[in-house]
């Protein structure tokens, strides 16, 4: 069966914030606890489900080393929603979100959603406030989830709250919108790329 439609996300933040961990809690409930670095662009699907619509979610997980960002750029120009992570125990990677949005702002289309995700908040040193994460994310105008990626906190909820602003931005004038009914579904992936095809 085709997907009904196909939402293309990414993932960006500085190297070691946890966006793959993230991914693949999200994806496949599990959890990726090695050190290895994302090398360029990986890729990982969810299908979901919306009042009888098959969704697809694509999600574009990149690294977040400088010199993979011409790699990254490309990906930028047809998003349909980012999640801009930082890791909660490193201020400095919080002070880059700042640069990462730039990013999204010179690379990306305009009408992009975007979520802001602090992640490692089950972590024992915090060093980026809950306060510091929700003033960014209300001077962008944009959702604020606290994560973490070892217990499954909030991890379905930030993505899910990008899928659901993507497809409330993508509806038709005179298809009705029912938010509580998204939900996630444990079901093979989507075997057509029909659905996928960028317009």
């Given at each position: 069966m085709a997907c009904d439609l196909c939402i293309k996300s990414m993932?960006?933040?500085?190297?070691?914030?946890?966006?793959?961990?993230?991914v693949v809690k999200f994806v496949e409930d599990g959890f990726k606890n090695d050190?290895?670095?994302?090398?360029?662009?990986?890729?990982?699907?969810?299908i979901l489900w919306?009042?009888?619509?098959?969704?697809?979610?694509?999600?574009?997980?990149?690294?977040?080393?400088e010199r993979f960002q011409t790699i990254t750029q490309q990906y930028y120009r047809s998003a349909m929603g980012i999640l801009m992570v930082y890791d909660m125990t490193d201020e400095a990677s919080f002070r880059n979100i700042v640069r990462?949005?730039?990013q999204i702002s010179?690379?990306?289309?305009?009408d992009v959603q975007r979520v802001l995700v602090g992640n490692k908040a089950d972590a024992?040193?915090?060093?980026?406030?809950?306060?510091?994460?929700?003033a960014l994310a209300e001077e962008y105008g944009?959702?604020?989830?606290?994560?973490?990626?070892?217990?499954?906190?909030?991890?379905?909820?930030?993505?899910?709250?990008?899928?659901?602003?993507?497809?409330k931005q993508r509806r038709r004038e005179d298809e009705p919108y029912y938010p509580d009914?998204?939900?996630?579904?444990?079901?093979?992936?989507?075997?057509?790329?029909?659905c996928c095809v960028r317009e």
């Open positions: 993932m960006i933040g500085d190297s070691g914030v946890g966006k793959t961990a993230l050190k290895t670095t994302t090398i360029g662009v990986d890729y990982k699907d969810k919306m009042r009888g619509k098959k969704v697809k979610l694509q999600i574009w997980d990149t690294a977040g080393q990462w949005n730039e010179k690379h990306g289309d305009k024992e040193k915090i060093v980026v406030t809950r306060e510091q994460g929700q944009i959702p604020f989830f606290e994560t973490s990626a070892w217990f499954g906190d909030n991890v379905n909820e930030a993505f899910l709250k990008l899928a659901e602003m993507v497809i009914t998204l939900r996630l579904r444990k079901d093979e992936p989507c075997k057509s790329r029909a």
